[in-house]
Nanobody, 124 residues
């Protein structure tokens, strides 16, 4: 099981980035997927989760209205569109997938497979 995250980088405040996460060796279409992030010295936090159906979407309060999670099952890829970025969004972003189609809550414990992380730095 392998998840490959990409799309991170350095962006100015107010800018945008789109993260991608491609799965290999298994398909995403029957699994809930999610994005988490971890800033230096902080715990990993949930950013957004989405069920296999595309419903059941969750966003953390800190990113609501700025970030959008999506999935393209035909491409076996999930995305996180990040707009209006602020310095507080600086972190390593991780994609993750569960072993089931929906999960009770958008928390680390429900996600089994993790990507390697991609660094997002928001700075002027």
């Amino acid at each position: 099981v392998q998840l490959q995250a990409s799309g991170g980088g350095l962006v100015h405040p107010g800018g945008s980035l789109r993260l991608s996460c491609a799965a290999s060796t298994f398909t995403l279409d029957s699994r809930a997927v999610a994005w988490f992030r971890q800033a230096p010295g902080k715990e990993r936090e949930a950013i957004s989760c989405i069920a296999s159906s595309g419903g059941g979407t969750f966003y953390a309060d800190s990113v609501e209205g700025r970030f959008t999670i999506s999935r393209d099952n035909a491409k076996n890829t999930m995305y996180l569109q990040m707009n209006s970025l602020i310095p507080e969004d600086t972190a390593v972003y991780y994609c993750a997938t569960s072993a089931v189609s929906t999960v009770p809550s958008c928390t680390v414990v429900h996600y089994t497979y993790w990507g390697q992380g991609t660094l997002v730095t928001v700075s002027s």
